[in-house]
């Protein structure tokens, strides 16, 4: 089962303590058959990745951009080098300039290797494109099951 992740950055503490723990959403399945697909940005890409690899399943890394790490903050590259290393495989979309349009194109390419999406998201319209409401809808759009992921009483920054 690949279990394909989007969802808000920078979240509140109270939200991330909230959202952090994603083994409800992980633990469905057995380890050995479980593998995260994620672009493994800050945030919930990176806690799915490492929720999966903690209960003993893979990680897939969905590369958008060639410029992709150097556009996420500073503090998050030894978190994404770690994730990095550890994936069994690396999809890129060959695209260089790490843009809305080249995030939309690997939650695009995320979509298409994933069973189902889990989407950390609060239902509101995307802030810009490629956001989690346009990722939810294209998943929607091609028959990727989603899975809405949002504490009640939860806000975003």
Do not use: F
């Amino acid at each position: 089962m690949r279990v394909g992740i989007t969802g808000h950055r920078g979240l509140g503490q109270n939200v991330e303590r909230q959202v952090r723990r994603l083994e409800g959403a992980v633990r469905r399945w057995e380890p050995t058959e479980l593998v995260a697909v994620s672009c493994i940005a800050d945030g919930p890409d990176s806690w799915l990745a490492e929720a999966v690899l903690e209960y003993g399943g893979r990680l897939e890394v969905v590369v958008p951009a060639w410029e992709y790490r150097e556009s996420l903050p500073s503090w998050h590259h030894p978190v994404y080098d770690a994730l990095y290393r550890k994936a069994i495989d690396i999809h890129e979309t060959g695209l260089t300039v790490s843009d809305s349009y080249a995030h939309m194109a690997g939650r695009e390419t995320l979509v298409g290797l994933a069973d189902e999406l889990i989407a950390v998201w609060d239902g509101q319209p995307a802030r810009g494109y490629g956001g989690a409401a346009d990722v939810v809808a294209y998943a929607e759009r091609t028959g990727t099951p989603v899975q809405v992921v949002w504490p009640q009483d939860a806000t975003r920054g």
